[in-house]
């Protein structure tokens, strides 16, 4: 397999995934800025949509979008729990999960990152990511992960797009129980792997 990524991206869930089932890969490095592969290539001559992350098979077939690529990943592996079997209502609320980070947390990080964002924008836009983060505050009341007390492949996604808030000016330091659901996951061995192949930490 061959993971397509952009350092500190959200292809870092993927990556952290790979490592968590110990799954043999390959890392290309996409220049978030110019598209542009260590070989000289262009990422966009390979995916269309033209952003990370990309799952290239050993057949040549490609997987793209971060919670179907951790969900393929997760069910190549089932003995290592990162998901729970298809069909079932534990899946369910681990692709809930999914669904939200990528649809609430992520995207409503997007007009942070944008140098179009007009400035007095960003206040409401700050507002609105904390909000969902209180949220996750109150799911994990009561657990340690975000389905209960077993780490899954929505854990690694929420994980990286929370280390977003740093970037942006987005204080999390209100939030007890993420902080420390934080520091549990970033203490686990194929986190730390993955973000230093990253050159993260």
């Not at 397509?4 to 290309?28: K, M, N, Q, W």
């Not at 995916?47 to 050993?58: Q, R, S």
């Not at 995207?107 to 140098?115: A, D, G, I, M, Q």
Request: with cysteine.
């Amino acid at each position: 397999m061959k993971l397509y990524f952009t350092p500190g991206a959200c292809s870092l869930s993927p990556h952290i995934v790979l490592r968590e089932l110990g799954t043999p890969f390959d890392l290309v490095k996409v220049d978030g800025r110019t598209k542009r592969l260590p070989d000289g290539g262009s990422y966009d001559a390979i995916v269309t949509k033209g952003y990370v992350p990309c799952l290239e098979l050993d057949g040549g077939e490609r997987i793209t979008e971060g919670p179907a690529i951790v969900q393929y990943l997760a069910d190549t592996r089932p003995e290592a729990n990162l998901a729970p079997a298809a069909g079932t209502l534990a899946r369910v609320r681990v692709q809930e999960w999914l669904n939200f980070v990528t649809s609430e947390l992520h995207k409503s990080f997007s007009p942070l990152f944008s140098r179009e964002t007009p400035e007095s924008y960003l206040p409401i836009a700050r507002a609105k990511v904390l909000s969902r983060f209180e949220i996750v505050e109150a799911a994990l009341a009561d657990r340690s992960f975000l389905t209960g007390d077993t780490f899954t492949v929505a854990d690694a996604y929420l994980f990286v797009v929370a280390g977003f808030a740093k970037h942006v000016a987005v204080d999390l330091s209100r939030f007890a129980r993420l902080n420390a659901y934080l520091a549990r996951i970033g203490a686990r061995p194929a986190v730390v792997a993955a973000m230093r192949a990253e050159g993260l930490s």
